[in-house]
């Protein structure tokens, strides 16, 4: 079946995205006072991702802790602009990149991604709301799309999380996966992510299979907890989203281990 990430992505299953994990920006409690340095180090990883051959890279602020819910400052916006037009100039062109901007800042990130040229977000809160580490977030389909819309960046894929991770979805427990997956769908989606419940835990294989089943034209995105023993669960997602699994000792705070990368890398490349 035909998509709009079918151009984007190479591979019509299994694509590996790797994560950079950006360091503390400017404004978050761990920022480490030189902008500079954390462009040398996103550069640095994307440089050795391209090297091992991955199917695209996705930016994230990951080390902003504590997040903000949603309204993350124009300082935040500028340095991961700075990090992704980086990025953008070391990847080859035909790997597509991605940018993801903690915690649900998915107009910022969509702005990111149309001055960066990069072709895809990652958005969660799209559609039901759920408590998060944040607190409370509802969803904002109808602000995103439209604001992508407005900024002419309809080209800029979006690919959203449904029951997503470090989250509580009680509120609509009695709403599937799949049914979460049919609303995204609904909404213009171009793309649903699955995770497991925490960074570095595996999805369930039968969430797979069920949105698969519900909505066979919907790509779906595996968006944690993907490692070489377990990708072939996972084979008929159109993606992984591989962060943890990269880092030394598998901890998504350490760096990035190359043996790991091209291990996990050549292994999909096999089975694929």
């Given at each position: 079946v035909f998509t709009a990430?079918?151009?984007?992505?190479?591979?019509?299953?299994?694509?590996v995205i790797a994560m950079i994990h950006v360091p503390a920006l400017p404004g978050a409690p761990k920022f480490g006072g030189c902008v500079q340095s954390i462009i040398d180090t996103v550069c640095q990883e994307a440089e050795l991702y391209s090297r091992c051959g991955v199917d695209g890279v996705l930016v994230e602020n990951?080390?902003?802790?504590?997040?903000?819910?949603?309204?993350?400052?124009?300082?935040?916006t500028a340095a991961m602009t700075a990090a992704c037009c980086a990025v953008r100039q070391i990847v080859p062109a035909a790997i597509p990149c991605g940018i993801q901007i903690l915690a649900g800042a998915n107009k910022e990130a969509m702005a990111v991604a149309k001055a960066s040229n990069l072709q895809f977000i990652r958005a969660e809160g799209f559609v039901f709301s759920h408590v998060a580490d944040e607190?409370?977030?509802?969803?904002?389909?109808?602000?995103?799309?439209?604001?992508?819309r407005s900024i002419e960046a309809d080209h800029v894929l979006v690919f959203c999380d449904i029951k997503k991770k470090h989250s509580s979805h009680a509120v609509t427990q009695?709403?599937?996966?799949?049914?979460v997956a049919h609303a995204a769908e609904f909404f213009h989606s171009d793309g649903v992510i699955l995770t497991g419940s925490a960074t570095g835990h595996a999805a369930r294989p039968g969430d797979l299979q069920a949105?698969?089943?519900?909505?066979?034209?919907?790509?779906?995105?595996?968006?944690?907890?993907?490692?070489?023993?377990?990708?072939?669960?996972?084979?008929?997602?159109?993606?992984?989203?591989?962060?943890?699994h990269f880092k030394v000792g598998g901890n998504w705070q350490g760096a990035?281990?190359?043996?790991r990368?091209?291990?996990?890398?050549?292994?999909?490349?096999?089975?694929r």
């Open positions: 990430s079918s151009e984007v992505f190479s591979r019509p299953v299994a694509n990951m080390h902003d802790l504590p997040y903000l819910r949603r309204a993350v400052g124009p300082e935040t607190g409370w977030m509802d969803a904002d389909a109808g602000e995103l799309m439209r604001y992508r009695d709403v599937s996966v799949a049914d949105v698969q089943s519900a909505a066979p034209d919907l790509p779906v995105v595996i968006g944690s907890g993907i490692t070489d023993t377990n990708f072939k669960d996972f084979m008929s997602a159109q993606a992984f989203v591989v962060g943890s990035v281990c190359e043996d990368v091209r291990k996990l890398v050549d292994a999909v490349n096999d089975h």
